[in-house]
Nanobody, 121 residues
Framework: QVQLVESGGGLVQAGGSLRLSCAASGNIFSINAMGWYRQAPGKQRELVAAITSGGSTNYADSVKGRFTVSRDNAKNTVYLQMNSLKPEDTAVYYC???????????????WGQGTQVTVSS
């Protein structure tokens, strides 16, 4: 069993910053990719940023230059530093990991519970 605990969401004015954290725990053998998705009301969930175990990153075009994804492998934690926030960044942000768990090291995908980010104009 794997648990993902997210923190760091909240309300911020446009131009402000927030930092999201997501800590994974449980019977984890290894974590491949870690990342963040978001879902705004009435819209589909979309990838915001992801980082591989080797440190390669991938960003949505809408956040390039403003958001930075990073990870601490020793803590099984992924971060999302969000700067220059815009009202269109308002959404529920979900942590996602691709991990091998248990004695059999079965590969699966896991999601956090989501954290609300609201950017006021």
């Amino acid at each position: 069993q794997v648990q993902l605990v997210e923190s760091g969401g909240g309300l911020v004015q446009a131009g402000g910053s927030l930092r999201l954290s997501c800590a994974a725990s449980g019977n984890i053998f290894s974590i491949n990719a870690m990342g963040w998705y978001r879902q705004a009301p009435g819209k589909q969930r979309e990838l915001v940023a992801a980082i591989t175990s080797g440190g390669s990153t991938n960003y949505a075009d809408s956040v390039k230059g403003r958001f930075t994804v990073s990870r601490d492998n020793a803590k099984n934690t992924v971060y999302l530093q969000m700067n220059s926030l815009k009202p269109e960044d308002t959404a529920v942000y979900y942590c996602n990991i691709d991990a091998r768990v248990g004695i059999l090291r079965i590969r699966n995908e896991y999601w956090g519970q989501g954290t609300q980010v609201t950017v006021s104009s």
